[in-house]
């Protein structure tokens, strides 16, 4: 029947999406285990002895990858933190309040977010090198807080239009101020929102590149650049490529994984709000 | 496709069962539709006549048993197949259609003309008294409006049969009123079978030709109206229908006496058949009011216009009856009253209704 | 508003006005927002947009300006203002058509392909109730994973030739052995391929959840209705979809625009300039070829489509 069909198609479907899906990943942590002679064993898929080799290389070795997780954390950690100090007040006003010209506004929160970053990076580039700022911890973040400014605010706009209007109204009556009805009555309502919009600029800030690689130098110098490196340096060693890579991408994929139900709600919310807006 | 509603539309369920994993939903069910009747299927929520009513329409499909529309076996055929139409508890309309496409669909589904489907349109459009919506769509409607258009989505393709689950409950009271009686005009003027299903007993009365009453997953008595009212097969029954529902009293039968608690009253006649412990049954409007009766006390008197609904103990019994009368009476005062024993119910410990005299 | 102890202490105009059984029965003032209420407001906007206008709108128009320079850092003798030279140039230069031609299939394949195979996995994992939570958790990883990295793992474990496992596979199943990423003729698509991998699940995501937040009831109507799956599909699911799928398109067409990390590290635009699309080009003038100006030109001019296309298509999405 029609009905039966379409569930073995839809779970055929299913396996094949599974597989498409996760392979690479699990192929990644398979190999990373291995020797480089396995490596290139052929056919690939025959049994091999694991060994952490590859994982003490790039942890422990000479072109260690440690410091490059310092140089990611301390980059992506300060972004995400000033980022949410300056979107969190700038999405309640412009999500609750009542602001002059507040439509345009939105707009030009919204275009700074469609901006390709290859237009900003070459004028970054030409300034910070006039002003010194290359390979400089300040000048990074402060790119980094361009980028994710936008998109913060974007995020949490939608979330903080959803609490309902007498929240504050009544503190108001209850005699707080409008900073206090903020941080007190609206804020915790928030912090699902709140959350979401943090993981997503971690993820995004963790994974950036362009900029990274552009303006960064020897000190700054996050995994995602530490990763490009070993295209020209260690590329046919793919043992150690994966190791590296999995270690590069633990801290998002831990993320992923705890805060899954954070990413989708985001992710649609971002499609739901859309066609609200209308 | 299938007939224009010219086929008798007679319709038949046979020993139908339905489960939910462990939850036996329907057990046992036998139904027998006449063409061109307007059936009901009665019951509290949970009761299995919804579930009934879609595994005619074919949304749901029964473990066990058949179905059968003019003698021929649809119990596995598709939905679109059977030639019902139907109106949904929450009307379904599709929100990105405009009111004459919504009607227009079922047409459209089976490739008639374009000319014909505005044609059909329009006709159930005036019979239902949209014709003048037919450019808005749903989200621009009232619920009153959103409900005739459904039922303009039924009766556009002159199905054999229309399946109704609960249209009208989500009318506000005055409106459920009136389209009720207009449903029922519908239904006699088009002349088609068609299955409602209610919780409302007092819709499920004005409106069919027969009904069935559900309580938990199988089918307790089937009838006319007058029928179900008037010789409810069991004290369930009894309880379902009216309002306010039959007195049921607790008593023991003994010839000449009827014991209860608080009370010993004697009928007229004697009655014979049985004895022992019964339930008896007195609906509010069969007690009246006396010189000389039964002894009781009134404890509450509500007025609601052109009736009141007393309530009365007898002994240690509440009773609750019905005056068509206003009278004024006062907190505690004692009244005598007495029953009509020609329409008195009796039913043994069980339930069950019993034939006695 | 009296300028009492009291009244300042409430700070709540709106409730003063509410209480004050003089004024009108209306909470909010309908004319102009109170005046501590925007003060307020100001104060908590003002420093984002004072970042935002800083670090977004000053760049850009210091991208303007040197779009009409000559910038060359390694021989700065030769700087100096050209006017309209770079955009007449870059009218002229072929590898500049080849990179929007490139521009043009890249985005508009795997804005297509994400979309298209998004939504059908969305309907094929909407029916089954058990796969679906194993579905999200998968579709995550993609997602999250740096472009860069992506980039970087297929180019080596995935797409080698005899040792990766998508050569593996293609061997295997009588498709032969290609040099994936180094053949011009493949290595378009091959990029295409990672990009479209990556961020499927995304539109698959965004899709499922729009699904499901369907009204089920309507769909049981459309089977009473004699509809078809397929009718059903076309008549009610895609028409109810259509906003989600263009604000989708938008999303994805903007990602796929700016699309830079995972291609460097895969093919650096190359072999040659078989996958140098548009910001690529840009890149590889101003950092490798030092053409600081004409890389600027170049850089506005994907500004300039960017800007373009979206606006289009959120116009588009208005009128739906």
């Given at each position: 029947?029609?009905?039966?069909?379409r569930?073995?198609?839809?779970?055929?479907?299913l396996?094949?999406?599974?597989?498409?899906?996760?392979?690479?990943?699990?192929?990644?942590?398979?190999?990373?285990?291995?020797?480089?002679?396995d490596?290139?064993?052929?056919?690939?898929?025959?049994?091999?002895?694991?060994?952490?080799?590859?994982?003490?290389?790039?942890?422990?070795?000479?072109?260690?990858?440690?410091?490059?997780?310092?140089?990611?954390?301390?980059l992506?950690?300060?972004?995400?933190?000033?980022t949410?100090?300056?979107?969190?007040?700038?999405?309640?006003?412009?999500?609750?309040?009542?602001?002059?010209?507040?439509?345009?506004?939105?707009?030009?929160?919204?275009?700074?977010?469609?901006?390709?970053?290859?237009g900003?990076?070459i004028?970054?580039?030409?300034?910070?090198?006039?002003?010194?700022?290359?390979?400089?911890?300040?000048?990074?973040?402060?790119?980094?807080?361009?980028?994710?400014?936008p998109?913060?605010?974007?995020?949490?706009?939608?979330y903080?239009e959803?609490?309902?209007?007498?929240?504050?109204?009544a503190?108001?009556?209850?005699?707080a101020?409008?900073?206090?009805?903020?941080?007190?009555?609206?804020?915790?309502?928030?912090?699902?929102?709140?959350?979401?919009?943090?993981?997503?600029?971690?993820?995004?800030?963790?994974?950036?590149?362009?900029?990274?690689?552009?303006?960064?130098?020897?000190?700054?110098?996050?995994?995602?650049?530490?990763?490009?490196d070993?295209?020209?340096?260690?590329?046919?060693?793919?043992?150690?490529?994966?190791?590296?890579?999995?270690?590069?991408?633990?801290?998002?994929?831990?993320?992923?994984?705890?805060?899954?139900?954070?990413?989708?709600?985001g992710?649609?919310?971002?499609?739901?709000?859309?066609?609200?807006?209308? | 496709?299938?007939?224009?509603?010219?086929?008798?539309?007679?319709?038949?369920?046979?020993?139908?069962?339905?489960?939910?994993?462990?939850?036996?939903?329907?057990?046992?069910?036998?139904l027998?539709?006449?063409?061109?009747?307007?059936?009901?299927?009665?019951?509290?929520?949970?009761?299995?006549?919804?579930?009934?009513?879609?595994?005619?329409?074919?949304?749901?499909?029964?473990?066990?048993?058949?179905?059968?529309?003019?003698?021929?076996?649809i119990?596995?055929?598709?939905?679109?197949?059977?030639?019902?139409?139907?109106?949904?508890?929450?009307?379904?309309?599709?929100?990105?259609?405009?009111?004459?496409?919504?009607?227009?669909?079922?047409?459209?589904?089976?490739?008639?003309?374009?000319?014909?489907?505005?044609?059909?349109?329009?006709?159930?459009?005036?019979?239902?008294?949209?014709?003048?919506?037919?450019?808005?769509?749903?989200?621009?409607?009232?619920?009153?409006?959103?409900?005739?258009?459904a039922?303009?989505?039924?009766i556009?393709?002159?199905?054999?049969?229309?399946?109704?689950?609960?249209?009208?409950?989500?009318?506000?009271?005055r409106?459920?009123?009136?389209?009720?009686?207009?449903?029922?005009?519908?239904q006699?003027?088009?002349?088609?079978?068609?299955?409602?299903?209610?919780?409302d007993q007092e819709?499920a009365?004005?409106?069919?030709?027969?009904?069935?009453?559900?309580?938990?997953?199988r089918i307790?008595?089937?009838?006319?109206?007058?029928?179900?009212?008037?010789?409810?097969?069991?004290?369930?029954?009894?309880?379902?229908?009216?309002?306010?529902?039959?007195?049921?009293?607790?008593?023991?039968?003994?010839?000449?006496?009827?014991?209860?608690?608080?009370?010993?009253?004697?009928?007229?006649?004697?009655?014979?058949?049985?004895?022992g412990p019964v339930?008896?049954g007195v609906?509010?409007?069969?007690?009246?009011?006396?010189?000389?009766?039964?002894?009781?006390?009134?404890?509450?008197?509500?007025?609601?216009?052109?009736?009141?609904?007393?309530?009365?103990?007898?002994?240690?019994?509440?009773?609750?009856?019905?005056?068509?009368?206003?009278?004024?009476?006062?907190?505690g005062?004692?009244?005598?009253?007495?029953?009509?024993?020609?329409?008195?119910?009796?039913?043994?410990?069980?339930?069950?209704?019993?034939?006695?005299g | 508003?009296?300028?009492?102890?009291?009244?300042?202490?409430c700070?709540?105009?709106?409730?003063?006005?509410?209480?004050?059984?003089?004024?009108?029965?209306?909470?909010?003032?309908?004319?102009?927002?109170?005046?501590?209420?925007q003060?307020?407001?100001?104060?908590?906007?003002?420093?984002?947009?004072?970042?935002?206008?800083?670090?977004?709108?000053?760049?850009?128009?210091?991208?303007?300006?040197?779009?009409?320079?000559?910038?060359?850092?390694a021989?700065?003798?030769?700087?100096?203002?050209?006017?309209?030279?770079?955009?007449?140039?870059?009218?002229?230069?072929?590898?500049?058509?080849?990179?929007?031609?490139?521009?043009?299939?890249y985005?508009?394949?795997?804005?297509?392909?994400?979309?298209?195979?998004?939504?059908?996995?969305?309907?094929?994992?909407?029916?089954?109730?058990?796969?679906?939570?194993?579905?999200?958790?998968?579709?995550?990883?993609?997602i999250?994973?740096?472009?860069?990295?992506?980039?970087?793992?297929?180019?080596?474990?995935?797409?080698t030739?005899?040792?990766?496992?998508?050569?593996?596979?293609?061997v295997t199943?009588?498709?032969?052995?290609?040099?994936?990423?180094?053949?011009?003729?493949?290595?378009?698509?091959?990029?295409?391929?990672?990009?479209?991998?990556?961020?499927?699940?995304?539109?698959?995501?965004?899709?499922?959840?729009?699904?499901?937040?369907?009204?089920?009831?309507?769909?049981?109507?459309?089977?009473?209705?004699?509809?078809?799956?397929?009718?059903?599909?076309?008549?009610?699911?895609?028409?109810?979809?259509?906003?989600?799928?263009?604000?989708?398109?938008?999303?994805?067409?903007?990602?796929?625009?700016s699309?830079?990390?995972?291609?460097?590290?895969?093919?650096g635009?190359?072999?040659?300039?078989?996958?140098?699309?548009?910001?690529?080009?840009?890149?590889?003038?101003?950092?490798?070829?030092?053409?600081?100006?004409?890389?600027?030109?170049?850089?506005?001019?994907l500004?300039?489509?960017?800007l373009?296309?979206?606006?289009?298509?959120?116009?588009?999405?208005?009128?739906?």
């Amino acid at each position: 029947m029609a009905a039966m069909l379409r569930r073995v198609s839809g779970s055929a479907l299913l396996i094949v999406f599974l597989i498409c899906w996760s392979f690479p990943a699990l192929w990644g942590a398979v190999t990373s285990f291995k020797t480089e002679r396995d490596v290139l064993d052929y056919p690939p898929m025959s049994p091999f002895h694991p060994t952490l080799y590859n994982y003490r290389h790039i942890l422990a070795g000479p072109t260690s990858i440690v410091p490059n997780l310092e140089s990611s954390a301390i980059l992506t950690v300060s972004t995400t933190l000033i980022t949410l100090a300056l979107a969190i007040p700038a999405a309640y006003a412009l999500g609750r309040l009542r602001v002059p010209a507040k439509r345009p506004l939105g707009f030009y929160v919204l275009a700074t977010q469609m901006l390709p970053p290859i237009g900003l990076v070459i004028p970054y580039f030409l300034i910070f090198s006039g002003a010194g700022l290359l390979n400089s911890y300040s000048g990074l973040i402060v790119v980094y807080v361009s980028f994710s400014l936008p998109f913060a605010i974007w995020l949490l706009v939608s979330y903080f239009e959803e609490i309902p209007r007498e929240m504050e109204e009544a503190a108001l009556i209850d005699r707080a101020t409008r900073l206090k009805a903020m941080w007190h009555v609206v804020l915790p309502q928030a912090r699902g929102g709140i959350s979401v919009t943090v993981v997503f600029v971690f993820l995004n800030a963790w994974n950036e590149f362009l900029f990274a690689v552009v303006l960064g130098g020897r000190t700054v110098r996050p995994v995602t650049v530490a990763m490009f490196d070993f295209i020209s340096l260690e590329q046919t060693q793919w043992g150690r490529v994966s190791a590296a890579a999995l270690i590069a991408m633990a801290p998002v994929m831990l993320l992923g994984l705890l805060a899954q139900k954070h990413i989708v709600k985001g992710l649609t919310l971002g499609a739901v709000k859309g066609s609200g807006r209308q | 496709m299938r007939g224009s509603g010219n086929g008798l539309g007679r319709v038949r369920l046979q020993g139908v069962g339905k489960r939910f994993g462990d939850y036996s939903a329907l057990e046992g069910i036998d139904l027998a539709v006449n063409p061109g009747e307007f059936f009901s299927l009665l019951g509290p929520s949970g009761s299995g006549k919804t579930t009934t009513l879609r595994i005619i329409a074919g949304l749901e499909m029964p473990e066990d048993g058949a179905v059968f529309l003019d003698d021929a076996e649809i119990t596995r055929l598709s939905p679109g197949a059977r030639d019902a139409a139907m109106v949904f508890q929450s009307y379904a309309l599709y929100p990105h259609m405009t009111v004459a496409r919504n009607i227009g669909f079922p047409l459209r589904m089976v490739r008639t003309p374009k000319a014909e489907i505005d044609r059909l349109v329009r006709q159930a459009a005036q019979r239902v008294s949209i014709e003048h919506l037919l450019d808005r769509r749903p989200g621009q409607l009232s619920g009153g409006q959103q409900q005739r258009c459904a039922l303009a989505r039924a009766i556009v393709r002159s199905p054999k049969l229309f399946l109704l689950d609960e249209p009208l409950s989500n009318l506000d009271a005055r409106l459920r009123l009136q389209t009720r009686t207009e449903l029922k005009q519908l239904q006699r003027t088009l002349g088609v079978t068609a299955i409602y299903v209610t919780h409302d007993q007092e819709e499920a009365m004005t409106l069919s030709d027969r009904m069935a009453i559900f309580m938990d997953g199988r089918i307790v008595q089937v009838g006319t109206p007058e029928e179900v009212y008037g010789r409810p097969a069991s004290t369930a029954v009894a309880g379902f229908l009216g309002s306010p529902p039959m007195n049921l009293i607790d008593a023991v039968l003994d010839g000449e006496r009827l014991e209860m608690p608080g009370a010993v009253l004697s009928p007229p006649t004697p009655i014979v058949g049985f004895r022992g412990p019964v339930t008896i049954g007195v609906r509010p409007g069969d007690i009246s009011f006396v010189e000389s009766g039964f002894p009781a006390v009134v404890e509450l008197a509500e007025l609601l216009g052109d009736s009141m609904i007393v309530d009365l103990r007898l002994g240690e019994v509440a009773l609750k009856a019905r005056l068509l009368q206003n009278r004024h009476f006062g907190e505690g005062e004692p009244v005598q009253i007495a029953f009509d024993w020609q329409r008195i119910h009796f039913f043994d410990p069980s339930g069950a209704r019993l034939a006695v005299g | 508003m009296p300028r009492t102890a009291l009244s300042r202490s409430c700070a709540a105009d709106g409730a003063a006005a509410a209480l004050a059984p003089a004024a009108a029965p209306v909470p909010a003032p309908a004319i102009a927002p109170p005046r501590d209420e925007q003060r307020f407001a100001l104060v908590l906007l003002l420093p984002s947009l004072f970042v935002l206008v800083l670090t977004t709108t000053v760049p850009i128009a210091y991208l303007l300006w040197s779009s009409v320079q000559r910038i060359n850092p390694a021989m700065s003798f030769m700087n100096g203002f050209a006017g309209a030279d770079n955009y007449i140039q870059m009218g002229d230069d072929p590898r500049f058509w080849n990179s929007l031609r490139l521009t043009l299939v890249y985005t508009g394949s795997t804005v297509v392909l994400q979309v298209v195979i998004g939504l059908a996995l969305a309907l094929a994992i909407m029916e089954l109730r058990r796969g679906q939570w194993l579905a999200r958790l998968v579709a995550i990883l993609p997602i999250v994973l740096a472009p860069v990295v992506v980039g970087l793992y297929f180019r080596t474990l995935i797409l080698t030739p005899t040792f990766g496992m998508f050569d593996y596979l293609m061997v295997t199943l009588g498709l032969g052995s290609h040099n994936w990423l180094g053949d011009p003729q493949l290595a378009l698509a091959s990029v295409i391929a990672i990009h479209t991998w990556q961020w499927t699940p995304f539109s698959f995501l965004v899709l499922l959840a729009a699904l499901a937040a369907l009204p089920q009831d309507i769909y049981e109507a459309a089977r009473m209705d004699r509809a078809s799956a397929l009718r059903r599909f076309w008549h009610i699911t895609l028409p109810l979809l259509r906003s989600v799928i263009i604000l989708l398109v938008i999303l994805r067409l903007t990602v796929a625009l700016s699309a830079f990390a995972a291609i460097f590290a895969a093919t650096g635009g190359g072999p040659g300039t078989a996958t140098e699309i548009l910001n690529l080009y840009a890149y590889r003038t101003s950092f490798n070829e030092l053409q600081v100006g004409y890389g600027a030109a170049l850089a506005v001019t994907l500004l300039a489509i960017t800007l373009t296309t979206t606006a289009i298509l959120f116009r588009l999405r208005r009128r739906i």
